[in-house]
């Protein structure tokens, strides 16, 4: 690895030059500069960002926990993410929890020792309810989950609201015997229950309890669990899923048993995906801001480094239910 010391020798110069031209300083003449910057250039120099942390108290880093990158929701929030921090000159170290409260201190714990200078952290539903306990020593944002702390700022949508908007608009289209797959290790899927049962309650509807399931939230689980509710006696005439791998996995399940959307099943879902929009009929479900999300969370985060003593914030953003043809029976 090529030294501050050897920069300093191509360019003729002391390694306190080269340091201040590297941290963009004042004071340094234009010819200085660009001699400095060529030996850089010449060398291929990588200046050691954690050695610069340890110098300056201060890191270049965030880290960015999430419970399934191969979910496009957090896929999507990544982006955003590091699109944000890197503008304001950070690098993002993600780590992928898969709902596991085990992985999740293991990464806390990485986080710290990589001394990064704040987390955004999507954490399961155990972590959230004991959040007080993880005694936290960095800034942290929270996403898409609530906790039970009002140390951390945290970023969500009305996970209640948006499931009786869902839930509603299959009431309104005729649909009575309503089976849902929720999400079993976060506050988010218990969230989106209660916004159903509050739905069927308003209109008159009992909830039947089998025909929720709370599964995995991938596609395999979403599978399996809505091969398990057409298979009922009296199978559900809507299929209600909350995120886009459940989605898919129930797709999957009317496929393989022949029936036809939305005519003898209507499928919904959350969040908004490619594919969404290719399948026939079109998928109706509940479009999460994840760019805004991404944005919020990393300005959040980015002021509480900067102030770690500041008042903590909780910004719930506004989902969009977006009707398609997979719940709506035509007219014509």
Not at 93 to 117: G, Q
Not at 136 to 150: F, G, K, N, Q, Y
Not at 252 to 276: H, M, N, Y
Request: proline share 5%; hydrophobic share 40%; charged share 20%.
């Amino acid at each position: 690895m090529v030294s501050l010391k050897e920069v300093a020798e191509l360019a003729g110069v002391s390694t306190a030059t080269v340091s201040r031209v590297l941290a963009d300083k004042p004071h340094v003449r234009s010819v200085v500069r660009e001699k400095v910057l060529q030996a850089v250039k010449a060398l291929d120099y990588r200046p050691n960002l954690v050695a610069r942390s340890l110098r300056s108290q201060q890191s270049s880093t965030i880290g960015l926990i999430v419970s399934d990158i191969r979910n496009p929701f957090f896929t999507a929030i990544s982006r955003a993410v590091e699109d944000c921090a890197h503008a304001q000159g950070y690098s993002v170290f993600l780590c992928n929890t898969d709902e596991n409260p085990d992985k999740e201190t293991i990464y806390l714990n990485l986080m710290r020792d990589e001394n990064v200078a704040g987390v955004i952290f999507s954490p399961t539903r155990q972590t959230a309810l004991q959040f007080t306990d993880l005694r936290l020593d960095i800034p942290t944002v929270v996403i898409d989950r609530e906790v039970s702390a009002d140390l951390v700022d945290v970023v969500l949508i009305n996970n209640v609201a948006a499931a009786h908007q869902l839930a509603d608009h299959l009431i309104h289209n005729g649909y009575r015997r309503i089976g849902a797959l929720f999400g079993e290790a976060s506050t988010t899927g218990r969230q989106r229950r209660q916004g159903l049962e509050e739905a069927l309650e308003m209109a008159g509807l009992t909830p039947d309890p089998n025909l929720m399931r709370y599964v995995s939230p991938k596609i395999q689980a979403g599978h399996a669990a809505a091969l398990s509710l057409l298979a009922l006696p009296q199978p559900p005439d809507a299929l209600f899923t909350t995120n886009s791998l459940l989605t898919a996995g129930g797709l999957k399940a009317v496929q393989e048993r022949g029936l036809r959307i939305p005519q003898d099943i209507a499928l919904v879902g959350f969040d908004e995906t490619v594919w969404s929009t290719l399948v026939q009929p079109p998928i109706t479900l509940i479009a999460q801001p994840t760019e805004e999300i991404g944005r919020t969370a990393t300005d959040l985060l980015l002021k509480r480094i900067e102030d770690p003593r500041r008042p903590a914030r909780t910004i719930i953003l506004q989902a969009q239910l977006l009707v398609r043809g997979s719940s709506t029976q035509s007219t014509t």
